[in-house]
């Protein structure tokens, strides 16, 4: 039995319906209690993922707790190491940063002040490939996890979890958890029930299996999670609705780089390397560029295109509206509320062109190299050799995180990554001689694009790399000086030529004198 | 009906005995006339991996043809593009070199004299995840190709080739090559019918499968390559040894680094993470430190160890003889003349313990991360954040090329890179403060080892990576320094944080005072 499409159970009705299962009626507390269970130094397992479906309730209430123990004794004891799929919102990660209350944060962060901490290095931030951080939280590289605190949109009558807007992490984190904290979110869309596919027989090496997936479109797991009741101490009822980040609309740079993907396709369709009607599956990063390449496919005459991302974004619910997408497979659906409405109402319909996987399968190097995934990803900076930094402003301070851009970025049938040309009014470049941080190296980056244009660096040795980078997509302003480092570069000579006494010399210039550019 | 171990035909017989296929006989010429067919500009794809079974008697020739039209006309018009699997030898890519005939080389070379072609800038070469290239070639990376030159065992009656010491890209070169020219080695052990499994059925994206491997030791491809005859220019017949290169005996620093990962795996089954019996299936790259782990395992308690690399070189077989290991996966075997002579005496036993894939089957991600692999190879350096250098030496000039390290280092189940701490006598520090080339991120490097320690990176914070590769890898005399950048870095903040006005400056130090040490 269960709390599907066609049970009778409606977001109308009271939260309390949203639990069936009698077991797990009988942990119902309330937020404040369930926080009391949190150890102050607990390594702690988080959903949540690009803003969505993380928990709400218990998260807020530990934060009181610190701030009410500070209040008391001047200090408070909490030091958590809080892991999550991806991102959550201000209403996780921004209250326990701003009760101070991590010490240390895995895999990735988008909150402003918890951002600032990390920058200050008042908290430990690891950054890891999405698809491989549950494996390293089974195999202990983060010790035990003390608590799990997972939000679902429901818990059926056979005590089956039925997932909310993301599922990132959360079945690995009910796996490895010692106690887990439920929140049962009536604001979450029990209509989406169904289209999750919790494929979690990923085993351990040795025993493991290829993982069946070779469509876009395919399930081969559960519509639900599980969890033994026994390991169950509170259940929370919630009705907050998700914080997924808002966009921008796209600026003119954004516009011109997404044209030049469209003719980029058009190009590889000609050489025969993407088939005409569908393309190949394509992964879009987070951001607004990427979110303005997916908005230029509305006016392309693509159909049926297929998406093998982490996000599902609203414009990507446009797209499956308009036909453009025939099918989109993701960790998370990071929606607008007047978006997550429109897709409630017509759940009917975009059940049959959405998943929702974990993000060890949506981000996984064997299915993203199988099925032929186009990685389109923003970057901070690339060198004109094609290494790119996708996370560290200057080299040292950290924006978001690697996230997955990695996983697919090294394992997508193409990797594009984006940028303009410049910031800053053109105070910066970003094509730098030497980039300050690499987070994916020359042997992984095939396509740059900025508003100039595309380096198309495949099949190209360094020294060609370099010259197609500065000619097609560093800014006019800045191409004198690359092309004078590349040529006193090649006099000395080497395979990759550089002059390291200057290699970095631009981030000083842009310290010293506000611009990179030479004065 | 082929040549298989139960046939009649032995290496004793007369060469020509190996080309039993009709059709094939037909085309058997001399190497020089072979040789005219392959157009001075012409985009090349050759057999070889490590030294194995790359052609033998056409390169010469070609080499040849180029020394003759310049003595006659003072110049020639060889400019050759190559492809490969790996490293070839002297008498492939270093006669090509030596005649000047080599416009690009594509994807690794261990030639000292190409190696000074490349790093003068007389040749282009590109680098390319070894698992990565045939699919690129297919995709058209690097245009047309005109001639595959493939140095097989042997032909059957029925047409079918058997391979040789390795298969490389072989398949891939065969099918994708308008016209092939084969050279036919009665040096190669015909005995070794039967340990390839030529597995090919990869297809493009969208057609992608799973890869039903699952063991090491499973077949799931054919025996024998395959070519249309009407593709075949040219048989050539030749008894040539091998070159492959030899290593020296382990020195005392490969000894200890041997003993450090020997107690590190003993660590690793204590925490449950490997099978107290088997281990992973290991990798270990080309070079004196990794055969000198292989070495250190002959004196160890394990039995039946799996080992899932590229090259199957001396000590891997005595390790199969003494039972340490069960089986071994490679792509070439890669033995001095004596060793396979051995083999081939005793080729009943070692058909049963040794397979030769496709490289895009051994160096194949979603294997490697399937099957769990340890992946073990050598270092150029690592900086403190343990981003790693695996070929550029000073940055700019290459050794040999990234090869497999980061099909197997960024996939395996662990990631260990491994160096001695220092270089020259002490003058160079293999730890430094930033790598002065990076072709694995420290997302991808789990380990360190050097003679003075282990760096387990696994589960920290940059700052806390920085301070076990200080404490734990970097030699004492540069300690010091190392922990002085972190520190006056550290006050400057940032989550990587960086001197970036001396961030290379140890680098520009050797250069001025012949030492990294600070004055």
Redo the contacts between chains.
């Keep these: 039995m269960s709390l599907s499409h066609t049970s009778s159970v409606s977001d109308t009705q009271s939260q309390n319906d949203r639990v069936l299962g009698p077991r797990f009626r009988e942990k119902i507390t309330s937020a404040k209690a369930a926080a009391r269970l949190v150890q102050p130094a607990a390594t702690v397992g988080l959903s949540g993922f690009g803003g969505a479906n993380h928990p709400k309730a218990v998260p807020p209430a530990i934060a009181r707790l610190a701030d009410e123990q500070r209040a008391r004794e001047g200090h408070h004891d909490y030091r958590l190491g809080l892991l999550t799929g991806a991102s959550t919102a201000r209403g996780a990660d921004g209250v326990l940063a701003d009760a101070g209350a991590i010490a240390?944060r895995?895999p990735y962060n988008a909150d402003a002040e918890l951002r600032r901490q990390?920058?200050?290095?008042e908290v430990?931030?690891?950054?890891?490939?999405l698809s491989r951080l549950a494996q390293?939280v089974r195999?202990?590289?983060?010790g035990r996890m003390h608590t799990a605190i997972v939000e679902v949109a429901g818990i059926t009558a056979d005590g089956e979890l039925i997932p909310g807007s993301s599922l990132g992490n959360n079945q690995a984190w009910l796996d490895e958890a010692d106690q887990v904290i439920l929140e049962v979110n009536s604001w979450q869309p029990i209509e989406l029930d169904g289209a999750h596919d919790v494929y979690q027989n990923l085993g351990?090496?040795?025993n493991?299996?290829?993982?069946?997936l070779?469509h876009v479109n395919q399930h081969i797991g559960s519509p639900h999670l599980h969890v033994p009741i026994e390991k169950v101490v509170a259940v929370v009822l919630t009705d907050l609705p998700d914080e997924s980040p808002a966009f921008t609309d796209p600026d003119a740079d954004s516009r011109a780089m997404a044209g030049i993907i469209l003719d980029f396709f058009e190009h590889e369709v000609k050489?025969?390397?993407m088939?005409a009607d569908t393309l190949?599956?394509l992964q879009s990063g987070v951001g607004n560029v990427a979110n303005a390449v997916l908005a230029s496919l509305a006016t392309s005459q693509y159909r049926g295109l297929n998406c093998y991302s982490e996000l599902i974004q609203d414009g990507m619910i446009d797209l499956i509206d308009s036909g453009v997408v025939g099918f989109a497979s993701a960790t998370a659906l990071a929606l607008s509320p007047a978006k997550f409405e429109q897709v409630k109402k017509n759940i009917g319909f975009y059940r049959d062109h959405i998943v929702l996987r974990p993000q060890e399968i949506s981000n996984n190097?064997?299915l993203i190299?199988?099925?032929?995934?186009v990685a389109m990803n923003s970057m901070v900076e690339a060198d004109i050799y094609g290494?790119v930094n996708s996370t560290?402003v200057?080299?040292?301070?950290?924006v978001n995180g690697?996230g997955g851009s990695?996983d697919y970025g090294?394992?997508g049938?193409l990797s594009v990554f984006m940028s303009p040309s410049t910031a800053k009014g053109g105070a910066i470049s970003k094509i730098v001689p030497f980039a300050?941080?690499?987070?994916?190296?020359e042997?992984d980056t095939q396509v740059l694009v900025t508003e100039r244009g595309l380096a198309d660096l495949?099949?190209?040795?360094p020294?060609?790399r370099a010259r197609t980078i500065i000619d097609n997509v560093a800014h006019p302003d800045y191409q004198g000086a690359l092309n004078d480092y590349l040529e006193r570069?090649?006099a000395?000579?080497?395979?990759?030529?550089?002059l390291?006494?200057e290699?970095?010399e631009w981030?000083?210039r842009f310290e010293r004198t506000g611009s990179m550019l030479p004065q």
Excluded: C, M
């Excluded at 195999?139 to 983060?142: P, S, T, V």
């Excluded at 200057?394 to 950290?398: L, P």
């Excluded at 000395?492 to 550089?498: D, E, I, L, T, Y």
């Design positions: 240390w895995v990390i920058n200050d290095l430990d931030y690891v950054e890891v490939h390293q195999e202990g590289y983060f351990l090496p040795l493991g299996t290829p993982i069946p070779k050489a025969g390397r088939p190949l599956p190097p064997e190299r199988r099925l032929g995934v290494n560290h200057n080299g040292t301070r950290v690697l990695g090294r394992n049938y300050a941080h690499i987070d994916h190296t042997h495949r099949g190209l040795s020294v060609r570069a090649r000395k000579g080497g395979h990759v030529p550089h390291f006494d290699a970095f981030y000083a």
